[in-house]
């Protein structure tokens, strides 16, 4: 009986010596493609095991200095003072663009407008602009949605969109996208921004303009041509040290078989 017992927890034991675990957390816009890619990686590699959670860029980059994950997700590069922190802890960290998204800005499908300017956009996100008919929709209170200060989402935004500017005061801050897209498919003032893999049927696509003549509407082919006017890299961010659990699913996510999951969840991949 005791040979027994012992021989089952030899056999655990070296089971789970052989199971690869990997943690990756951060950016909810990458959220969908690492999770496609994890279910096919896992399918692949029958010992592997990868979690995947969201919680925002600022999110992952926190895990990855407290070593609480081995891949950071980002939808914005990572900031000088984190390079610096992260140094501070004593790791190097390197930097993998996995693939390119068009950043949507969203409406309620009543919505009639259909057009606005990077100004509008602007006025609208700072406060300045607050109904639809300044911008020539309906007689209509806007409703501004933003994620939360720790995406990588929220400051490519302000970035690229506001130039920097402030959010308005009391702007409506959710803490993921899919909960956002649910409440502009509900709201009829309600206008928000996006990663393009998010874009669905509940929600209508803004065509942008920067130059106030040509307006775009945000899809695979305009931001594969850059026609699109807000396109932006996605990244993952991994300790040097910890190069062993991190490189084989970021190389699978690299090949030409990743880089086709990047395309059919609807972001451009690298190549």
């Not at 994950?69 to 004593?90: C, W, Y």
């Not at 669905?200 to 699109?228: C, L, Q, R």
């Amino acid at each position: 009986m005791k040979k027994s017992i012992l021989l089952v927890a030899l056999f655990a034991a070296v089971f789970t010596s052989n199971v690869s675990a990997q943690k990756i957390k951060g950016s909810d816009t990458c959220l969908p493609v690492t999770q496609t890619a994890a279910e096919s990686y896992m399918n692949k590699n029958k010992n592997a095991r990868v979690t995947v959670t969201g919680g925002g860029s600022g999110v992952g980059i926190s895990a990855l200095m407290e070593v609480t994950t081995d891949i950071a997700m980002s939808s914005r590069k990572i900031k000088f003072d984190e390079k610096v922190r992260l140094r501070e802890a004593g790791k190097s960290v390197e930097e993998v663009v996995i693939a390119y998204d068009a950043l949507a800005v969203v409406v309620n499908p009543s919505n009639k407008v259909t057009n606005l300017t990077r100004e509008q956009l602007e006025g609208i996100f700072t406060g300045k602009i607050k109904n639809w008919k300044e911008v020539g929709g309906d007689d209509l209170k806007i409703v501004a949605y933003s994620r939360e200060t720790s995406s990588g989402t929220y400051e490519f935004f302000k970035e690229s969109v506001l130039k920097n500017k402030n959010y308005m005061s009391g702007i409506l801050s959710l803490p993921a996208t899919g909960v956002i897209i649910q409440s502009v498919s509900q709201t009829k003032g309600a206008i928000r921004y996006v990663g393009l893999a998010y874009l669905n049927k509940d929600v209508k696509a803004i065509h942008v303009s920067y130059d106030g003549t040509n307006f775009v509407e945000p899809s695979f082919k305009h931001a594969k041509d850059k026609t699109y006017p807000v396109v932006r890299p996605l990244f993952y961010y991994y300790d040097k040290k910890n190069e062993g659990e991190a490189k084989p699913f970021i190389d699978y996510l690299m090949s030409a078989e990743g880089q086709d999951i990047v395309k059919n969840v609807g972001y451009i991949p690298v190549n």
